[in-house]
Nanobody, 121 residues
């Protein structure tokens, strides 16, 4: 059973960089057909895809956040990382990492518990 765990700062000041690490256990981030996603949910809003890294290391960014986002991975630690630059209070949200499986369709089959990030001075 794969498990994902986010670790993040909780509070970030405006204009600073948000960094969150997702540690994966019970499965490798290089396994075929697995996509490792960053998703967030701001208060009162729907889930928003930030981007993902796939098993080969290919990285996709949502166009709306691409200019401020960096996703990377460390296969030796079985972790992947989100960095969001120049944050504003509008980036306040619960941030999730999630595994997506793509095989004759796609679905999110494992989620981290989420980490609350508040952008405030």
């Amino acid at each position: 059973q794969v498990q994902l765990q986010e670790s993040g700062p909780g509070l970030v000041q405006p204009s600073q960089t948000l960094s969150i690490i997702c540690t994966v256990s019970g499965g490798s981030i290089t396994t075929n057909y697995r996509y490792w996603n960053w998703i967030r949910q701001a208060p009162g809003k729907e889930l928003e895809l930030i981007g993902y890294v796939d098993e080969s290391g290919y990285i996709y960014y949502s166009p709306s956040l691409k200019s401020r986002t960096s996703i990377s991975r460390d296969t030796s630690k079985n972790q992947f990382t989100l960095r969001l630059y120049s944050v504003t209070p509008e980036d306040t949200a619960v941030y999730y990492c999630a595994r997506e499986t793509r095989s004759y369709g796609s679905w999110y089959d494992s989620w981290g518990q989420g980490t609350q990030v508040t952008v405030s001075s």
